[in-house]
């Protein structure tokens, strides 16, 4: 089975092109490939497949324990990246299709090669119910929750998937390893839900780590950088547009007031094309 490796500034998949091939079991196969040294190592097996919904393209998004994610931003840029430089479309306007919704990409394309892909998240999604997250009201902003003794206030959103932001003096002092998994795993989130550490450096810039669910710490997440800007803007913290500073790179993110929808702008890049001999 031939695969290609890309990362979305440090978030980094194995991608199949499911036109030419066939993956039987997706969830056992993104946790051998993922493994570090014993596999191809990476955050997740992504599936580019038909779609069935009238949209150019399909995908599908398995993080590196097997689980299925319905969604995942940088995976996305790299889609549009390798089904435009590999001939698939000649389009620079595409539509993905995702268990997170379908999603539009507008691609940036320099000497032939995709230099950057913007994509249309979508609305957040604030209902807890439909986050999901099990507490009341209409909203979950800075709610607060106790984890080892500590005070932590987590907005929640959902941007095709499950995201708890919590705003902190220094992402980068955080205990991510002990801290993400007890938010990640906590009963109050019934599908489990991806964590965001966020440091307001001024209202135009953020800075973020992330522990992301079903992978652990990555060095980017993007729904998770848009579920940040989501909760800075409703506390007041941030404009509407920012850059967005992760461990692995930058992002452009605006939520827009007229269509209420997110905007992620960023970098997709290839790494390697392989072969996995173990299907």
Request: net charge negative; aromatic share 8%; glycine share 10%.
């Amino acid at each position: 089975m031939r695969f290609t490796k890309m990362h979305g500034i440090g978030n980094d998949y194995l991608f199949v092109n499911c036109f030419e091939e066939v993956v039987h079991d997706p969830s056992r196969l993104a946790i051998v490939m993922s493994k570090p040294h014993f596999g191809a190592g990476a955050d997740g097996l992504v599936l580019i497949e038909p779609a069935e919904d009238g949209a150019d393209f399909g995908m599908r998004m398995f993080n590196s324990d097997g689980s299925e994610a319905e969604m995942c931003g940088n995976a996305i840029r790299c889609i549009g990246k390798y089904v435009y430089e590999r001939g698939l479309t000649n389009k620079t306007e595409l539509t993905i299709s995702t268990k997170g919704g379908m999603k539009q990409l507008w691609l940036t394309v320099e000497e032939g090669k995709v230099a950057k892909v913007r994509v249309d998240m979508g609305t957040p999604e604030l209902n807890p119910r439909l986050i999901p997250v099990d507490l009341p009201g209409e909203m979950v902003l800075r709610h607060r929750m106790q984890i080892l003794g500590q005070t932590w206030f987590i907005t929640c959103v959902n941007m095709g998937n499950p995201h708890a932001v919590l705003f902190v003096r220094d992402p980068e002092v955080v205990d991510l390893p002990t801290i993400g998994p007890m938010i990640e795993h906590h009963p109050l989130f019934p599908r489990r839900t991806n964590v965001e550490f966020v440091r307001v450096i001024d209202r135009g810039i953020l800075q973020m780590r992330v522990w992301e669910r079903g992978a652990g710490e990555t060095l980017a997440c993007g729904t998770g950088a848009c579920a940040a800007l989501v909760a800075a803007v409703l506390a007041g913290l941030s404009d509407r547009t920012v850059q967005m500073k992760l461990s692995g790179g930058n992002l452009q993110l605006h939520w827009s007031a007229e269509d209420n929808h997110v905007y992620q702008t960023g970098p997709a890049t290839f790494v390697y094309d392989g072969e996995w001999l173990d299907d």
